[in-house]
């Protein structure tokens, strides 16, 4: 029935519905998982670099491939497997560490000069 002169129409629910139940994450919730991502990333570069430079060091010269495998390893898991994780969206936490991972890489590279992640010239010279 159409309102009268003068008079408030009277909405009730929308035609289609109430809105659905929200399914992702809340942002407090993205950044924490974003940040365990970037931890993640740290502990594996600190272990992984580790490893590699005793290696390198020992071999003297010839530690030139040890160093590429580390840095392809390193790129691998912080590029590959972030944006692996990012773009799978099985489960709302894979956004998170994803790009915690990816950020991790950029963020120890540009601290380092590259000499973290493996990208720094002066290593394989």
Known sequence: MPPQHGQQPQYGQPPYGPPPPSTGTSTGVLIALIFAGLAIYSVLNVVIGFLVFIT??????????????????????????????????????????????????ALWSIVSAGYCTGLNPGLYG
């Open 56 to 105: 390198a060091f020992s071999e003297g010269a010839g530690s030139t491939p040890y160093l590429i495998t580390g840095t392809v390893l390193l790129a691998l898991i912080g590029l590959g497997a972030g944006s692996g994780l990012l773009f799978v969206r099985r489960q709302p936490w894979t956004k998170g560490i994803g790009l915690g991972l990816m950020i991790g890489w």
